[in-house]
T-cell receptor
Framework: GAGVSQTPSNKVTEKGKYVELRCDPI?????LYWYRQSLGQGPEFLIY????????DSGLPNDRFFAVRPEGSVSTLKIQRTERGDSAVYLC?????????????FGPGTRLLVL | AQSVTQPDIHITVSEGASLELRCNYS??????LFWYVQSPGQGLQLLLK??????LVQGIKGFEAEFKRSQSSFNLRKPSVHWSDAAEYFC????????????FGKGTRLSVIA
């Protein structure tokens, strides 16, 4: 079946602009995660949704970042007043559970470049 | 605090040679452990996972990993590397129950030479 999809695959913007990154999870997956991967690093957690609500947003770096998942499926990560340091690959994952054990499946990511 | 250490930033092996990628973790509870692979410009693909039971787990593409609780390690192995295995490999740890964010290591880049 279809995996996690993310759009756009690449985004170039200018410092100070607003961007939206979209994630379409695997059908039926209720949990959805956003991670950020800087060059040469492993992914770092940003925010996690269970259904429509943000269950844990402790990884968001500051209040310029926020995310929504209004209908419990597609999620959008929104970044206001972008800074050059926001340049990274933004990864989305959705997860399935088997007897309480969770496995996360990742999308291809959105590569964000802030000039 | 949870953490994952992958001590090797870059490893080069010859095609057909065996491979071992190291992973050590620090986790306050019983961990779930994962290995993901990332090809250039791609997302993360799950190679294998350990939840409980047999400490030697088999994954896709001929990979296996062994969980050693006493050493807090979860090393990835492959008996014979193919050129297509060249990629970045990430070890990750998660909580034993419920939905929790994964904590990733910084990755090991594998190069394969003829």
């Amino acid at each position: 079946g279809a995996g996690v999809s993310q759009t756009p695959s690449n985004k170039v913007t200018e410092k100070g602009k607003y961007v939206e990154l979209r994630c379409d999870p695997i059908s039926g997956h209720t949990a959805l995660y956003w991670y950020r991967q800087s060059l040469g690093q492993g992914p770092e957690f940003l925010i996690y949704f269970q259904g429509t609500g943000a269950a844990d947003d402790s990884g968001l770096p500051n209040d310029r970042f926020f995310a929504v998942r209004p209908e419990g499926s597609v999620s959008t990560l929104k970044i206001q007043r972008t800074e050059r340091g926001d340049s990274a690959v933004y990864l989305c994952a959705s997860s399935s559970q088997d007897r309480g054990r969770e496995t996360q499946y990742f999308g291809p990511g959105t590569r964000l470049l802030v000039l | 605090a949870q953490s994952v250490t992958q001590p090797d930033i870059h490893i080069t092996v010859s095609e057909g040679a065996s491979l071992e990628l190291r992973c050590n973790y620090s986790y306050g509870a019983t961990p779930y452990l994962f290995w993901y692979v990332q090809s250039p410009g791609q997302g993360l693909q799950l190679l294998l996972k350990y939840f409980s039971g047999d400490t030697l787990v088999q994954g896709i593409k001929g990979f296996e990993a062994e969980f050693k609780r006493s050493q807090s390690s979860f090393n990835l192995r492959k008996p014979s590397v193919h050129w297509s295995d060249a990629a970045e490999y990430f070890c990750a740890v998660g909580a034993y129950s419920g939905n929790t964010p994964l904590v990733f290591g910084k990755g090991t880049r594998l190069s394969v030479i003829a």
